[in-house]
């Protein structure tokens, strides 16, 4: 059985569904904070409702899937963040919006890899300590006086010249968690067995050996896109649950985090070297340094903070940004010093104003939407006005007017 939740908004919610016993415990035990699981007085029929995850999640018997609300070439462009333009090419990774989502995180991952890899794998020298017939490096003399009798295969410790090095596990641990896919499109299958093949002498890792990002050094510069979109979609499929003897797979994405991410990445480009994004860095919101806050998007110039701002993908239920969207902006702005407080948000029927002014404090609480059901060039005008928008803040702070475009939306 197939499920799949209404892509406009994410947090839709299905109609009544008969599951198995196991097929529901499975799916109860898998969902996390991906889906929520709505009980019905029939203990065998339950609801699912969507979060801001996308993509897919499938349990024994039954397959949820959550579509984003944006096209699919603007999700390869947020999914692509920090990826650079030459790696990220659309004519080749744009992906139809009739086609499986996950077949599409996965060639475009694949892509990466495979273009990374393509003129062999980068080697490194790795520690190791064996026991051998002719010594190789250093004996291990203290080994040996412990256990005299083994002197025909002396321990030895040397350093070996090998593919078998984190960032070629990082590849092979990610084809092979896509491969796990039960679905994946025969042609993808096809294209990630034959990438995987290169990887033959390299180890089989756990995802959660690869949660930190490795060094960017020269030699291994030319892996860097690759190696980011690994670990992301390595995070997109760590779930790996099993209730008896069932087991869950999933590819999914949180929108939130990517689009909160995403713009960040798309600011700190356009508005570099004059300025610089930083993400979550603490804000002391009281004399006494108690109480912190994370903003989503903090601008410098210099070691200035000069604008903070938030960026939010999901809306309220009625179409407006939640109050306690306008209110962490309030305690940024008044914490860090700041007259005016920036709020990026994505696509809506019923935008919020695009102005409003705090009562008793002055306070201006500018918002700007980024509308990603167009085209991709749509999207990057947005973002090029939304560079602008900032530099003329951190210019005129006191004088700035907001331009007819925005004054439009009202």
Not at 53 to 63: I, R
Not at 117 to 124: A, K, P
Not at 177 to 202: D, I, K, N, T, Y
Request: glycine fraction near 6%.
């Amino acid at each position: 059985m197939t499920i799949e939740l209404a892509p406009i908004p994410e947090h839709g919610r299905s109609g009544p569904v008969r599951l198995t016993r196991e097929t529901r415990a499975a799916l109860v035990a898998a969902a996390g904070e991906r889906l929520v699981i709505h009980a019905t007085a029939d203990p065998d029929v339950v609801t699912i409702g969507a979060t801001s995850w996308v993509g897919a999640l499938a349990v024994p018997g039954l397959v949820v899937r959550v579509m984003p609300k944006v096209s699919v070439t603007n999700f390869f462009a947020m999914l692509g963040a920090g990826v650079s333009p030459d790696a990220f090419d659309h004519e080749h990774v744009t992906w139809s919006d009739t086609d499986e989502l996950i077949d599409g995180v996965a060639y475009f991952a694949i892509r990466l890899i495979d273009s990374a890899t393509m003129r062999g794998l980068v080697h490194g020298y790795v520690a190791r300590e064996e026991r051998m017939r002719t010594i190789r490096g250093r004996l291990l003399v203290e080994e040996f006086a412990r256990r005299p009798w083994s002197a025909a295969e002396p321990q030895c410790r040397f350093d070996d010249f090998t593919a078998d090095i984190v960032e070629n596990q990082l590849f092979r641990c990610t084809l092979q968690a896509m491969l796990s896919w039960p679905q994946l499109a025969p042609h993808v299958r096809r294209e990630a067995l034959r990438v995987l093949g290169r990887f033959e002498g390299v180890a089989d890792t756990p995802a959660t050996k690869h949660a930190a990002a490795l060094p960017i050094t020269r030699l291994n510069e030319h892996y860097e896109d690759a190696m980011r979109l690994s670990r992301l979609v390595l995070q997109a499929m760590s779930l790996s649950h099993e209730a008896g003897d069932q087991q869950a797979n999933s590819l999914m994405v949180d929108m939130d985090d990517l689009f909160q991410r995403w713009i960040a990445q798309e600011l700190d480009l356009r508005l570099a070297p004059e300025m610089r994004i930083e993400r979550d860095e603490d804000v002391w919101l009281d004399e006494g340094r108690a109480l912190t806050m994370a903003p989503d998007l903090v601008v410098r110039r210099g070691s200035e903070v000069v604008l903070v701002g938030d960026a939010k993908y999901s809306m309220g239920a009625d179409g407006y940004v939640a109050s306690r969207d306008y209110l962490e902006l309030v305690a940024y702005t008044t914490a860090m010093g700041l007259p005016t407080g920036l709020l990026v948000h994505c696509n809506s029927d019923r935008a919020p104003e695009s102005e409003i002014v705090i009562r008793n404090a002055g306070t201006r609480i500018l918002c700007r939407p980024i509308r990603l059901d167009g085209s991709y060039a749509a999207v990057c005008r947005s973002l090029d006005s939304l560079a602008e928008l900032v530099r003329e803040l951190v210019e005129a702070p006191g004088e700035f007017e907001v331009p007819a475009l925005i004054r439009s939306r009202r």
